[in-house]
């Protein structure tokens, strides 16, 4: 009977794992390239840009092709956190429950589909622990070793591992650990200059908005219950270290976060035991409140989850489109389509960014053009609009050489 049950919840977790799929497409097909996005895919040697190019050289150079890899990685991220989380929690349905908050956090569909090292950093590392708890030591040994030479950001990776290996005792993985921490800051090392400047609140505010207010709560929450009361177990000295170090250098300098966020992004399945420890000691006429907010939470989470997605509709109810969160990933692509259909297919803009995001889309931007595009003030007149929603976000104006020149 309980093998039928598990069978079951786990086709419900591919069902949804099928229909967040659907929608992370949906949402890349509708999102354009942006300026970081266009540098990473025409000048980036990191392996992103090999990848996401070579994915357009298959699948031709779209959108949908550029986004495939972050989102080829971010499904895997979810089966492996799924298989990971056997290592933490006992029961089936707790493991579903993870997988489940794990892709509804903010910052988790970012990584799905905005082109930077998070997806990547998130897969590896969900990797390796996966092998090292499972006891697949040669291929724990090969993604460790590959991940030194992928990127820097696997820095607090090592860090963790070094100080695991104080704390269980492990000579050997100390050993490993701290050489890998320290050739990654001798090949790639740590920014330190400029003059010291707090940046604390702002970096409180982005790991509540890539968690969410309330489960960042509970996030630090759960770090500061482990340290204190329960099993340390190798995920949260990862968690810890990326965490702690971020708001401790924070207080001199920023960080770019993004190398710091996806190791803690994945504490999802200490979170998930941490509750559930505190839930099931309690009896059931006591059960109730903790089961309201979980139901609140995750309601809030799909919720929010639905309106990033569906992002565009907040054009409606924007007075300046430019102030969208997702604007600089609009325009582009249907900028490009209105030239094509009106016959131009090379120009010339002032504008380098959008010249290169241009270029993704085949419009070749030259000096030599005669054909000038220009920002317009004026929507009502303008020769392009770039309307969603029926509202118009942006426009331009179209003016020969010698016309503007005059």
């Given amino acids: 009977m309980r093998f039928y049950e598990s069978s079951s ?11 967040e799929l659907a929608l992370l497409l949906y949402c890349g097909l509708n999102l354009s390239i942006s300026y970081y996005e266009a540098r990473l895919f025409f000048q980036s040697d990191e392996i992103i840009g090999y ?23 971010h499904a895997s991220s979810v089966v492996l956190l799924y298989k990971l989380s056997k290592f933490y929690l006992k029961f089936e349905p707790d493991r579903i429950i993870c997988a489940l908050l794990f892709m509804l956090l903010p910052g988790t569909l970012a990584s799905a589909l905005v082109l930077n090292n998070a997806g990547l950093c998130i897969f590896l590392t969900l990797a390796i622990l996966y ?24 820095l607090i990776l090592y860090l963790a591992f070094f100080i695991y290996g104080l704390y269980r005792k492990n000579a050997f993985l100390s050993w490993v650990g701290a050489l890998f921490f320290l050739a990654s800051l001798y090949v790639f090392g740590f920014d330190t200059r400029g003059r010291p400047s707090g940046h604390f609140v702002d970096t409180f505010g982005v790991f509540a908005a890539v968690f969410s207010p309330f489960v960042f709560i509970f996030f630090v929450y759960t770090l500061y219950r482990i340290w204190i009361k329960e099993k340390k177990d190798l995920l949260w000295f990862v968690c810890i270290c990326s965490f702690c170090f971020c708001m401790v250098v924070s207080v001199r300098q920023k960080l770019e976060l993004e190398e710091f ?27 109730r409140t903790y089961r309201l907010i979980t139901a609140l939470i995750l309601v809030f989470l799909g919720l929010n989850w639905l309106f990033l997605i569906f992002n565009q509709i907040a054009y409606k109810f924007i007075d300046e489109p430019n102030n969208h969160f997702v604007y600089k990933f609009d325009v582009a692509r249907d900028l490009a389509n209105r030239l094509k259909e009106m016959g131009l297919d090379q120009i010339y803009t002032e504008d380098s960014k959008l010249a290169l995001r241009l270029k993704f889309y085949n419009i070749n931007v030259s000096n030599s053009s005669d054909t000038i595009l220009l920002n317009s003030r004026d929507y009502k007149f303008a020769d392009v609009k770039i309307k969603i929603f029926d509202k118009t976000i942006a426009a331009f104006d179209i003016r020969e050489r010698d016309a503007v020149g005059k």
């Fill in 131 to 154: 092998a090292f708890h499972a006891g697949y030591n040669r291929i724990f040994y090969v993604l460790f070793f590959t991940s030194f030479f992928i990127d820097g950001d696997f």
């Fill in 9 to 19: 919840r786990v086709r419900n977790l591919f069902i949804i794992c099928l229909f």
């Fill in 51 to 73: 990848l996401v190019r070579a994915s357009c050289a298959i699948f031709g150079q779209n959108d949908l092709a550029l986004r495939l890899p972050m989102i080829i990685l």
């Fill in 261 to 287: 966020l996806p190791f803690c992004i994945i504490a999802t399945p200490l979170m998930v035991r941490v509750f559930f420890n505190s839930y099931r000691v309690r009896l059931p006429q006591f059960r």
